[in-house]
């Protein structure tokens, strides 16, 4: 089994900043693609931005050059910094990643989601 542990979502002002982490643990013997979605309030969940195994990264337009997804391999986490907030930004967010486990089955976990409010 992988576990997924997310952690920074909270109460920012507009214009301030977070940084989301999402480390993964478990039956993991490499991790392929990781993203992070969110879905505010009486909308779909949505990609916000994705990073390959590579270090490939694409972002929805909506945040592109506010916030940026980075990985660390050897902790097995995924990090999405988010500057220039605004309330649109308001949501829970929720990583994604795409685990190919000790066994070599390719599996898709998601995290619990942490809920991010944009509000002065």
């Known amino acids: 089994q992988v576990q997924l542990v997310e952690s920074g979502g909270g109460l920012v002002q507009p214009g301030g900043t977070l940084k989301l982490s999402c480390a993964a643990s478990?039956?993991?013997?490499?991790?392929?693609?990781m993203g992070w979605y969110r879905q505010a309030p009486g909308k779909e969940r949505e990609l916000v931005a994705h990073?390959?195994?590579?270090?490939?990264?694409n972002y929805v337009d909506s945040v592109k050059g506010r916030f940026t997804i980075s990985r660390d391999n050897a902790k097995n986490t995924v990090y999405l910094q988010m500057n220039s907030l605004n309330p649109e930004d308001t949501a829970v967010y929720y990583c994604?990643?795409?685990?190919?486990?000790?066994?070599?089955?390719?599996?898709?976990?998601w995290g619990r989601g942490t809920l991010v409010t944009v509000s002065s």
């Open positions: 990073i390959t195994s590579a270090g490939t990264t």
């Open positions: 478990g039956s993991i013997f490499s991790i392929n693609a």
């Open positions: 994604n990643l795409s685990v190919v486990t000790i066994s070599r089955a390719i599996v898709l976990v």
